[in-house]
């Protein structure tokens, strides 16, 4: 016997005798049960940290299973709840009797490592109310007995690889007399699955029913029109299946926000259609709410109804790859609120419509593979948050508006495969974002404009097909390309293999050397400053002693909404001596590691010492996430100036090396200090308030005070660094985003799992409220001491969302004994919940936070 299966045994051999007394006791014979098919159950699994405190005692109180980890009980001792989710349990269900817990209210193993089926008696927990096996490897199909289950509200298999169907018999008969099926059902999410077969039409008898997801499996058929019948329905996910037929009308009569069809079979034929196609926009225009609207790679023909301009809540339209004809809707213009619009891969005629210059909160555009013709519209320079723009693969002719060089916030200009003809407007030159450009295959003439050497965000650029003559400008992009770039031009010139040198003298290169160049900020009113902190006083005169002739303001850079500028500094030796103070990035320096950066500890001799965050292979420039990351973050710590935000020196980026200085910040990480019984010790309540604070106020300022308001977007403890005095910082800005007041922001999804906000799943809208959601984790977790992880869920599938607080503070800590700091946790606990509401119009800003933090201090 191995020492594993010796100690089972022995368990097993206890269990048995303690079974026995128990019974001679005359003790609960339900708990009895219970307890055995724990312990059963356990036995089967594989030996596991979690589940170290199920064990059988011979001492009645110790081994009370109400005490064990992840089971709660009734007042008379049996279990109502098994609760076990994120805790990378490994097995089955297999030896799990589910018909002894005859209270069980809850089941949540969530996010596990559970192989096999479900069990097909999970029909016999007949007051379940709550259960969610998502997000394990569970395959086999839905046991019919489910439809016993009539008391669920939330039955959640997302994210497994469960086959078969989905039978009607799981569901009400829609009788009123009906006694089985999933009666109470409100959230059914059976997302990425391998499901197939039809959805059966008895699934509109759910009338309870809020969310549907039933994305990405094999479901094929038709849609069924009785889902028209859930008057609840919020979300309505059936996006990536097979599903064919046409839409039905029927849904028209729901206050659907989240309709996502995208990547199916859908059909329907020209004339009808205008009036169909036209009524499921128009149903939804009845209801004026819906904010997401992907039917996108369909094979939907007929026009672009004209109602769909009364959409007025819409954020995100995407009809791209369908079979559209017609115009765009000259009146497109009156969509505020539009983000996104997404009409690629159509067969779209007539011009681009003027009106398309109102679009005011538009940030991405992509009209591309239709058959657009007439010339792009001036107008296009009034949508200024555009960030990308793909016109290509049409038949638009005329000149490039120079009104594009208006749109700062351009990072992505496709104008490829058209019949665009005249010059090049220098006024691209000023895109200072732009990262993409494509150009190609037009009718272009005249010479490339000098501006356009000097665009430093640029990393890739195609001007190939056109009739463009005279020199390559100077720049970074026009060393680094490749001839395929400028081909088949009329006659270009420059220093590029494969292109004729020009006439004109010799271009000239950049030395190694002066490609290594350094950019050190500061604030220059500091200069007479007493705020400004002693580390930056240090670094700048540590920089000015060695380098103050070559000291040059950068115009481009610099921002009149700017409180600070940039000052640009040639720091060839200060980059020297990063490099040899970290024996070029030595891993003995190393202190940490992300995803796309390594960060060391950088001592230079009479200097101090700083934390350098370096990028990896920003050099091959291929990168886009990389670039995306490092230009977020000057961005985003050029801007701000806080307290508790890490204070960022100086970057560089040049081919070889790519990195930040950060002030050096001596405890690591929040993480890092809860994570270790030391460090958790030394964080007593009256710092772990203090570090609460600390973060409130940083995200208070970067949301309420900095204009564009930034937001994170990764809230994490990892990301939350500790000064020597255990003072807090925000760090790493590598996914933030600027945002105009009232606006929101569609984008994908980045942050930390089991830190994201829950709207984040369904869709890919970021709001300030994304960070609001993030910081809730992270106060719970500084009360905790670890990450609350199924608290969360807990708290927002239970409708009394108290906690008291002594059940949540960190054991390691013994109680705060100041009544100050304990009234100040429960607030804080308070503001933690009202942070975590799953609505995010329901959480509060940031200043309310800190506003009712100082209250609470001020009142003691
Ligand atoms: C049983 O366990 C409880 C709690 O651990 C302890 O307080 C009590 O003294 C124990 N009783 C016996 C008889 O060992
Ligand atoms: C499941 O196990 C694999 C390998 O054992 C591990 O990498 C993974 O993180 C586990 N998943 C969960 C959810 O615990
Ligand atoms: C589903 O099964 C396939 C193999 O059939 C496996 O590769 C995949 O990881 C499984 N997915 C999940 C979520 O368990
Ligand atoms: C389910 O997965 C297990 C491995 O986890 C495999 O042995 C079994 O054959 C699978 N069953 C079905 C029905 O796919
Ligand atoms: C539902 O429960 C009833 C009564 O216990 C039982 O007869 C029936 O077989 C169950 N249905 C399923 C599908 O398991
Ligand atoms: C549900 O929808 C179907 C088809 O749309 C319809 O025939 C039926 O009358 C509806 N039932 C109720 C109760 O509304
Ligand atoms: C489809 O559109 C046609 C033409 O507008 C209309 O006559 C018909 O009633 C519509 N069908 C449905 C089911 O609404
Ligand atoms: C649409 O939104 C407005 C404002 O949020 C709200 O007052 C109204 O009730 C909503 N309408 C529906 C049908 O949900
Ligand atoms: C541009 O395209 C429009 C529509 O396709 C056409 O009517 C017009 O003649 C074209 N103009 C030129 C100069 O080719
Ligand atoms: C234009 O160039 C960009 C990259 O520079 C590329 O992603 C895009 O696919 C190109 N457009 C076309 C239509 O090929
Ligand atoms: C781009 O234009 C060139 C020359 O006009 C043509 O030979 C080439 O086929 C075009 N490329 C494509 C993909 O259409």
Known sequence: MTSQEQSKHVSFTLLVAWLVLLSSCKANPRSNTEIEALLKWKESLPDQQILQSWVAHINATASSPCRWSGIACNNEGSITEINLAFMGLRGTLQNLDVSSFPNLLRLDLKVNNLTGTIPTNIGTLSKLQYLDLSTNSLNGSLPLSLANLTQVYELDVSRNNITGELDRRLFPDGTSLSKTGLLSLKNFLLQRNKLGGRIPEEIGNLKYLVILALDGNHFCG???????????????????????????????????????????????????????????????????????????????????????????????????????????????????????????????????????????????????????????????????????????????????????????????????????????????????????????????????????????????????????????????????????????????????????????????????????????????????????????????????????????????????????????????????????????????????????????KVEIPGAQVFAVKKLRSLAEGTETENIKSFTNEVAALTEIRHRNIVKLFGFCFQEVHSFFIYEFMERGSLAGMLGSEEGAKELDWATRVRVVKGVAHALSYIHHDCSPPIIHRDISSKNILLRSNLEACISDFGTARFLKPGSSSWTTIAGTYGYLAPELIYTSIVTEKCDVYSFGVLVLEVLMGKHPGELITNLNSSTDTSVPLKNVLDDRLSPPRSLKIADELALMENLALLCLCAHPQSRPTMRNVCRQLEMQAANN
Not at 222 to 236: A, F, K, Q, R, V
Not at 344 to 363: H, M, Q, R
Not at 550 to 566: A, C, H, L, R
């Open 222 to 600: 038709p849609i069924p029109p009785s889902i028209g019948n859930l008057s609840h329905l919020t979300t309505l996910l059936l996006n990536q299946n097979e599903l064919s037929g046409k839409i039905p009308i029927s849904l028209g009569s729901l206050k659907l926000e989240n309709l996502f069809l995208f990547i199916n079979k859908l059909s329907g034929s020209v004339p009808d259609e205008i009036g169909n196609l036209s009524s499921l926009v128009a149903l939804h225009l009845a209801e004026k709410n819906l904010t997401v609207l992907r039917v996108a790679g369909n094979m939907i023909s007929g026009t672009i109804p004209n109602e769909i301009v009364e959409l007025s809540q819409i954020g995100y339209l995407d009809l791209s790859s369908n079979q559209l004809s017609s115009n765009i809707p000259a009146e497109i213009g009156k969509l505020s609120k539009l983000s996104y619009l997404i009409l690629k891969d159509n067969k779209l005629s007539g011009a681009v419509p003027a009106g398309i210059g109102g679009l005011s909160n538009l940030e991405s555009l992509d009209i591309s593979i239709n058959m657009l013709g007439g010339s792009i519209p001036d107008q296009i320079g009034d949508c200024w948050k555009l960030q990308s723009l793909s016109l290509s693969k049409n038949c638009l002719n005329g000149t490039i508006p120079y009104q594009i060089g208006n749109l700062r916030a351009l990072q992505d200009l496709d104008l490829s495969f058209n019949s665009l003809m005249g010059g090049i407007p220098p006024q691209l030159g000023s895109l200072s974002d732009l990262e993409n450009l494509n150009l190609s295959n037009n009718s272009l003439n005249g010479l490339v404009p000098t501006s356009l050497g000097s665009m430093v965000s640029l990393i890739s650029i195609n001007l190939s097909n056109n009739n463009l003559e005279g020199p390559l400008p100077e720049g970074k992009i026009f060393r680094s390309a490749t001839l395929e770039a400028f081909s088949n031009n009329k006659d270009l010139c420059g220093d590029i293999q494969g292109l004729r040198l020009c006439n004109a003298p010799a271009i000239k290169k950049g030395d190694g050397n002066m490609k290594s160049k350094l950019v050190i900020i500061v604030v220059p009113s500091l200069v007479g400053a007493l705020s400004l902190s002693i580390t930056s006083i240090g670094i700048f005169l540590f920089l000015n002693k060695k380098h103050s002739r070559n000291m040059v303001k950068d115009e481009s850079t610099s921002n009149s909404e700017n409180p600070f500028s940039i000052w640009y500094f040639d720091g060839k030796t200060m980059y020297e001596d990063i490099i040899e103070a970290s024996k070029s990035f030595d891993d003995k320096y190393c202190i940490g590691l992300g995803g796309t950066a390594k960060v060391y």
